[in-house]
């Protein structure tokens, strides 16, 4: 049973940092895809980054060069480090995994591609 629990969300400045976390009870890091997206009030869910099995990272154009997925495999905890926020960057930030595929299939960051979802941590930047 995959359960997610993202934290780390919060108010910051622009310009300020925050770094995210997605912790699994139950999952295997490092064989499967694992993700972030972002929901902000009104809009789509938008895909930010994955991480595939490999261990390469693909980033949304909206945030490539500002914000960093990692993962450490040990402590079954998936990150994102949010750098430069500015005020679009506001929204509910959730982490996902695809359960049922090794690996991210066709490297796609969209909705349909992942199979587990988290409750969301807040971000909001002002």
């Known amino acids: 049973h995959v359960q997610l629990v993202e934290s780390g969300g919060g108010s910051v400045q622009v310009g300020g940092t925050l770094r995210l976390s997605c912790e699994d009870s139950?999952?295997?890091?490092?064989?499967?895809?694992m993700g972030w997206f972002r929901q902000a009030p009104g809009k789509g869910r938008e895909g930010l980054a994955l991480?595939?099995?490999?261990?390469?990272?693909k980033y949304a154009d909206s945030v490539r060069g500002r914000f960093i997925i990692s993962q450490d495999s040990a402590k079954n905890t998936l990150y994102l480090q949010l750098n430069n926020l500015q005020p679009e960057d506001t929204a509910m930030y959730y982490c996902?995994?695809?359960?049922?595929?090794?690996?991210?299939?066709?490297?796609?960051?969209?909705?349909?591609?992942?199979?587990?979802w988290g409750q969301g941590t807040q971000v909001t930047v002002s």
């Open positions: 991480i595939d099995s490999d261990g390469a990272a």
């Open positions: 996902a995994a695809n359960s049922r595929s090794l690996g991210c299939p066709a490297r796609a960051l969209t909705v349909d591609a992942f199979t587990d």
């Open positions: 139950g999952y295997t890091f490092g064989a499967n895809c």
